[in-house]
């Protein structure tokens, strides 16, 4: 049974940080995603590691968002600093497993509010 726990968000003033972590398990992890969705706009990427390492970020986070693996291949975090209020969405962790190709999988989100 695949499953996606994350755990982080929170209330941060501009200018602060928070740190996301995502734990995936129930098969063999590939790619690893936060995605991000603000009310009224659709989903959008916010960051990748690849299976082989590479990572891929979106321009509006260049420079302040940091993905990284855990010494478990199967954790991820998204370490956020600078916070701007634009920053201000659910954050969802997108995960793909070897045994199910490119199937998306979604973990519930953990809200990320940036407001003074």
């Known amino acids: 049974q695949v499953q996606l726990v994350e755990s982080g968000g929170g209330l941060v003033q501009p200018g602060g940080s928070l740190r996301l972590s995502c734990v995936a398990s129930g098969f063999t992890v590939s790619d690893m995603s936060w995605y991000r969705q603000a009310p009224g706009k659709e989903r959008e990427l916010v960051a990748t590691?690849?299976?082989?390492?590479?990572?891929n970020y979106s321009d509006f986070v260049k420079g302040r968002f940091t993905i990284s693996r855990g010494n478990a291949r199967n954790t991820i975090t998204l370490q956020m600093n600078n916070l701007k209020p634009d920053d201000t969405a659910m954050y969802y962790c997108?995960?793909?497993?070897?045994?199910?190709?490119?199937?998306?999988?979604w973990g519930q989100g953990t809200q990320v509010t940036v407001s003074s």
């Open positions: 997108n995960a793909r497993f070897l045994e199910w190709g490119t199937r998306d999988w």
């Open positions: 590691i690849r299976d082989g390492g590479r990572i």
